[in-house]
């Protein structure tokens, strides 16, 4: 049964989602989370929290920083949790999860920076929000209006989705 006042986790880690473009740079780089931002915009009423635990191009993510991720969902009161994290390597963050009982996560990212008007972030998040307080406790990848089994999907780079595995 759902709790309507129990918490949503919401771990940031980075990723396109949070970037940012510096026009000077000529660049995009990880800027400060806007998920915040987002869920007030969306008017979402169920409590949430938000942490910080990196902010980096999931390229740049080392299993030190999947292994600290992976001690704050241990270490959190909340059974329901979303992660942003950068589409390059979120299947090998969501592989160092797996064997986690009891909670339901969620990792999702975008294909364009949140900051964008034409962003999939805004969709994706409230994707992932709503898979974590109603899919039964495991690992999941939320993306362009599907959500997968993290063991059962792969990024097709050329055609810049999620798929599940081929069988």
Do not use: C, W
Not at 1 to 10: A, E, G, K, N, T
Not at 61 to 79: G, N
Not at 133 to 162: C, H, L, N, W
């Amino acid at each position: 049964m759902l709790d309507p006042d129990r918490p949503v986790l919401i771990l940031t880690t980075g990723g396109t989602i949070d970037k940012v473009y510096f026009d000077a740079l000529s660049d995009y780089q990880v800027g400060e989370t806007v998920m915040a931002k987002l869920l007030e915009v969306a008017r979402v009423k169920r409590p949430f929290r938000i942490e910080e635990v990196v902010r980096k191009d999931s390229l740049e993510l080392t299993e030190a920083d999947r292994d600290t991720l992976r001690e704050r969902v241990l270490a959190a009161p909340e059974h329901h949790i979303v992660i942003t994290h950068g589409t390059d390597t979120i299947t090998d963050t969501a592989k160092r999860l797996t064997d986690i009982i009891g909670k339901t996560i969620v990792l999702v990212g975008a294909l364009a920076p949140a900051r964008f008007g034409e962003s999939d972030a805004s969709f994706n998040l409230g994707m992932a929000f709503a898979t974590a307080q109603v899919a039964a406790p495991g690992v999941y990848i939320t993306m362009s209006g599907s959500v997968f089994r993290a063991d059962q999907v792969v990024k097709d780079r050329e055609k810049g989705a999620f798929v599940p595995i081929p069988r």
